[in-house]
T-cell receptor
């Protein structure tokens, strides 16, 4: 899991609550990503950020929000608008820029359960 | 649009036997291809990637993968499986010159079960 940390490892949320998942990296990477993993569906991209103070929606951004105020941090907020938030959330980072060959490195994940 | 198919949900192999985990892809132009492994309740670990050059790519833990352009495949292989190789394996693809983000498309994963 390298220099990427995610917290908490497990998170329980009541319906109607917003929760924020933390992702921090000390790899000096410019680009950061959030994925959602559901059984049998692989990984789906929620948001990504190529540089500080900039981010773009991925394939399933509805009901999620992010910020990128610092290079090393990319928190994800799961809002009450997300209809089915129970999933395993993975953060990743990469050197970034225009490097097509860029390898993404992943954190250990946060398992979110809605009660 | 780019896509990845991992046709087998699960692969079973005996320890010491060779293993193959299949992956086919669809992308415009030449691809960049990746394999990752995931152990239970953990993040993904990078195994290897194909960028260009030799079609046989060697990676971590004795794994290798063979790029076959005509068959649009990138199968993961290991000559001799270990019980500790049991995990979930993901193939991923990115097209070249697709824009400013290193956006990967992942397959749905193949569970490898190695038994004694």
């Amino acid at each position: 899991d390298g220099g990427i940390t995610q917290s908490p490892k497990y998170l329980f949320r009541k319906e109607g609550q917003n929760v924020t998942l933390s992702c921090e990296q000390n790899l000096n990477h410019d680009a950061m990503y959030w994925y959602r993993q559901d059984p049998g569906q692989g990984l789906r991209l929620i948001y990504y950020s190529q540089i500080v103070n900039d981010f773009q929606k991925g394939d399933i951004a509805e009901g999620y929000s992010v910020s990128r105020e610092k290079k090393e941090s990319f928190p994800l907020t799961v809002t009450s608008a997300q209809k089915n938030p129970t999933a395993f959330y993975l953060c990743a980072s990469s050197i970034g820029g225009l490097w097509d060959t860029d390898t993404q490195y992943f954190g250990p994940g946060t398992r979110l359960t809605v009660l | 649009a780019q896509s990845v198919a991992q046709p087998e949900d699960q692969v079973n192999v005996a320890e010491g036997n060779p293993l193959t985990v299949k992956c086919t892809y669809s992308v415009s132009g030449n691809p960049y291809l990746f394999w990752y492994v995931q152990y239970p309740n953990r993040g993904l670990q990078f195994l290897l990637k194909y960028i260009t050059g030799d079609n046989l790519v060697k990676g971590s833990y004795g794994f290798e993968a063979e790029f076959n352009k005509s068959q649009t495949s990138f199968h993961l292989k290991k000559p001799s499986a270990l019980v500790s190789d049991s995990a979930l394996y993901f193939c991923a693809v990115r097209g070249r010159n697709t824009g400013t983000a290193s956006k990967l498309t992942f397959g749905t994963g193949t569970r490898l079960q190695v038994t004694l």
